[in-house]
């Protein structure tokens, strides 16, 4: 699955979740914390394939799923440039020093593993939409 489907394909998954979340009343807050991992896993075990693990991404006490994957985070599926011959696919737009450029064969992917400014409750709060779509369309590059 390229980026473009699974962003595709999680911007329903959360828009379900959210309206229904709307739908009992939970304002801005109240969503915020539902979207915690502890939360997540036990009442919306599809929404991430690591909740049946119990395993998180990225390995931090208080982790926010709601802004997965990230704003920052930068791709095209067709290519963005090319680096010394290998073709770059994703970035990161404000240069973490927590995240890197993977170079896989002849091909560059932005690799946030060791990142977890997306998942930070204040760093929720502070980029915060209802509509997930809306806040990840800048990442098109
Ligand atoms: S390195 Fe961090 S800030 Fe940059 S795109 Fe990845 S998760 Fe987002």
């Known amino acids: ?32 914390e539902y979207f915690d991992f502890e939360n997540m896993k036990e009442k919306e075990i599809d929404f991430c394939p690591l909740y049946a693990k119990n395993k998180k991404c990225h390995e931090m006490e208080s982790l926010n799923c709601y802004l997965c994957s990230c704003p920052n985070f930068r791709f ?33 992917h932005q690799d946030c593993s060791g990142c977890g400014v997306p998942h930070h409750r204040s760093y929720v709060e502070k980029n915060f939409d209802l509509d997930w779509a809306k806040i990840m369309r800048v990442c098109k590059a």
């Open 76 to 108: 095209n599926d067709e290519g963005i440039k090319k680096v010394e011959g290998k073709t770059q696919f994703s970035f990161c737009d404000i240069a973490s020093k927590d995240g890197r450029q993977g170079i896989y064969g002849e091909k560059i």
């Open 1 to 32: 699955m390229g980026y473009s489907d699974w962003v595709e394909n999680h911007a329903m998954k959360h828009k379900k979740i959210v309206e229904k979340l709307v739908s009992q009343g939970l304002e801005k807050a109240a969503i915020i």
